[in-house]
């Protein structure tokens, strides 16, 4: 079992940043593929990125390649992603994922944080 709670979400303005993180509970951390996912209203869940067990590989969808960074920390169970140079299209509640391999695809993961809002908005 794992369970997960993101935070880091907020208002910036468009241009601005943010570091969302992702603290997991468990003692198998390090064998989870982790991914962020993101949901605006009206709209379906999608894929924004997602980080290997060692960290060494890295997936990202295209609207946010170049902008945002995903990383993890297996000795603070913490996965983050960092967020730059948002747009207001950005804006959508974040939810960090784990699963046991690598996918864009939400019905893939197993454990879900609550999800953490981000608004750019000037």
């Known amino acids: 079992q794992v369970q997960l709670a993101d935070a880091g979400g907020g208002l910036v303005q468009p241009g601005g940043s943010l570091r969302l993180s992702c603290a997991a509970s468990?003692?198998?951390?390090?064998?989870?593929?982790m991914g962020w996912f993101r949901q605006a209203p009206g709209k379906e869940r999608e894929f924004v990125a997602a980080?290997?067990?060692?960290?060494?590989?890295?997936y990202y969808a295209d609207s946010v390649k170049g902008r945002f960074t995903i990383s993890r920390d297996n000795a603070k169970n913490t996965v983050y992603l960092q967020m730059n140079s948002l747009k207001p299209e950005d804006t959508a509640a974040y939810y960090c994922?784990?699963?046991?391999?690598?996918?864009?695809?939400?019905?893939?993961?197993?454990?879900w944080g609550q999800g953490t809002q981000v608004t750019v908005s000037s």
């Open positions: 994922a784990a699963g046991t391999y690598y996918s864009r695809t939400p019905d893939a993961y197993d454990y």
């Open positions: 468990g003692r198998t951390f390090s064998s989870n593929r």
């Open positions: 980080i290997s067990g060692s960290g060494g590989s890295t």
